[in-house]
């Protein structure tokens, strides 16, 4: 989503990540030694917000990370990620600390707020 002023200039943009996308503060280089080729949401932001025509004001990134699911939708075929996911389902614990790493990569072009949504609390980091 982008946010605009009344002159129709790009401020900042959200980007919203449902638990089937929890994965996606991964390196696409991460992925793509376990054979999954998919351009990960860490490496395309950090692309669009270096190489942006307008210098961004800010990015938001909220990410719905689940404690309690019921299954696993994508497996990442990293093995400490997977098993990790495989005890409890918990992927606010397996997830949290990645995406935090992600936005304090982004934070070094552009301000960024985290937004992680659980079943049991909105945080805003």
């Known amino acids: 989503m982008g946010f605009y002023d009344s002159n129709k200039k790009l401020l900042g943009i959200s980007e919203i990540f449902t638990m089937d996308e929890a994965h996606g503060c991964l390196l696409t280089l991460e992925l793509a030694k376990v054979k999954h080729y998919w351009l990960t949401p860490k490496d395309a932001l950090i692309f669009a917000v270096q190489n942006s025509k ?17 299954y696993i939708p994508w497996k990442t075929g990293i093995s400490e990620i997977d098993s990790e996911l495989q005890k409890d389902k918990n992927y606010y614990r397996v997830f949290k600390d990645r995406w935090i790493e992600f936005k304090n990569e982004l934070e070094r072009y552009v301000n960024c707020s985290l937004v992680i949504i659980s079943e049991d609390s909105i945080e805003i980091i």
Do not use: D, G, H
């Not at 307008?54 to 019921?70: N, Y």
């Open 54 to 70: 307008q210098r961004l004001e800010f990015v938001i990134i909220v990410v719905a990370l689940s404690k309690r699911a019921k």
